[in-house]
């Protein structure tokens, strides 16, 4: 129930640590009510993270909905989402930092060859490499929003040789920048790491297809750290089997958890981890929405609203 004039009210349904975050969100934002999961009243404001789709018929009233994640493809994908109300994304709140610390694992474990001396090690060679530059190490960056331009930056600043796409032109200091499908193939063709932090959407679904991971050098690696839909599973299997990619780093699947039965679980080129890259801090993710919805109460513009119709 809501009273004319009382406090707002806002709600919180996670599928996980839905208390938790009940908690840290009271605590950013204290002149709020905060309710929990779909018994809750209607609320003004909605802070979300995979609700159910019954979660939305209760909530016929809010101003605007806040997504928990930097990506919204799970939320745009559930016809019960209300169509006309403000969809607001999680932007940076300490991913950034974590996806920057993943591609740079990566990055320093093939720039260094620390697979191959394991290898070498187990089957007792002595075989050092020769030095190399790391400006001799093109890496490619797909996507150069809020994620992949911090690592796109990160990497430059570090003295790698750095190239990103994305949808519009844009300029980054130390990075070569391409956009549109000729800038994909330039530096597809050019990478001997490509780090992928794109969204999921009609436009990104499928994109590295098998003609799309064969225009990588030989021996290149992958490393798809935004949404399993975005890489033909097939097509990389393939590629990984015949050794033109060398090695896959796969954070997002297509299904999660993904199936016991799938190739990846085994596959020698594959590193996995569990959709872990970059988590959401309670409190960091708590005062953004906070100063957000207290903008809105304001009446002013707020920064990470989706575009329903390029779909990120
Ligand atoms: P942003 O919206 O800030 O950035 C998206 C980037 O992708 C932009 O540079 C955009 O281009 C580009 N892009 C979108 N569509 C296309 C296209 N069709 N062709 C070329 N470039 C395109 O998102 P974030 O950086 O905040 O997040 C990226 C993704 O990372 C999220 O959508 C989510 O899926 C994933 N993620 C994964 C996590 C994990 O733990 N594994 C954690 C958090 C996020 P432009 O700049 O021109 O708009
Ligand atoms: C996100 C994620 O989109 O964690 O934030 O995948």
Redesign the pocket.
């Known amino acids: 129930m809501h009273f004319l004039g009382a406090a707002m009210d806002v709600v919180i349904c996670t599928a996980k640590e839905q208390d938790a975050w009940r908690d840290a969100l009271s605590a950013c934002l204290p002149e709020a009510r905060v309710h929990v999961g779909v018994e809750a009243p209607q609320c003004d404001y909605a802070v979300v993270w995979k609700p159910p789709s019954a979660f939305f018929a209760g909530q016929p009233r809010l101003k605007a909905l806040f997504s928990l994640?930097?990506?919204?493809?799970g939320l745009l994908a559930m016809p019960a989402l209300p169509r006309e109300v403000p969809l607001v994304?999680?932007?940076?709140v300490g991913?950034?930092a974590?996806?920057i610390e993943y591609a740079l694992y990566v990055t320093l474990r093939r720039f260094r060859r620390f697979a191959e001396y394991a290898e070498a090690q187990a089957e007792g060679r002595w075989a050092p490499r020769s030095y190399r530059d790391r400006h001799d190490f093109p890496i490619g960056v797909?996507?150069?929003?809020?994620?992949?331009?911090?690592v796109a930056r990160a990497l430059a600043d570090f003295g790698f040789d750095v190239s990103?796409?994305?949808?519009?032109?844009?300029t980054i200091e130390g990075v070569q920048c391409e956009?549109?499908s000729a800038g994909?193939d330039v530096m597809l063709g050019r990478s001997e790491l490509v780090l992928v932090?794109?969204?999921?959407?009609g436009?990104?679904e499928g994109?590295l297809d098998r003609e799309r991971l064969a225009k990588l050098p030989e021996g290149a690696a992958l490393a798809n750290?935004?949404?399993g839909e975005l890489v033909d599973d097939e097509g990389l299997l393939e590629a990984l089997d015949s050794g033109w990619i060398s090695e896959a780093y796969l954070?997002?699947f297509a299904r999660e958890p993904l199936p016991a039965e799938h190739r990846y679980w085994t596959h020698p080129r594959v590193h996995m981890t569990p959709?872990?890259?970059?988590?959401?801090p309670h409190d960091v993710a708590c005062e953004q929405v906070a100063e957000k919805v207290r903008r809105l109460e304001a009446g002013l513009p707020v920064s990470g609203v989706v575009d329903r119709v390029?779909?990120?």
């Open positions: 994640g930097a990506g919204v493809d994304r999680m932007e940076d991913m950034a974590q996806m797909l996507g150069l929003g809020v994620l992949g331009g911090a990103g796409w994305s949808r519009t032109a844009k956009h549109g994909l932090f794109l969204p999921l959407t436009d990104t994109l750290l935004s949404r954070d997002v959709h872990v890259a970059a988590l959401t390029r779909g990120y």
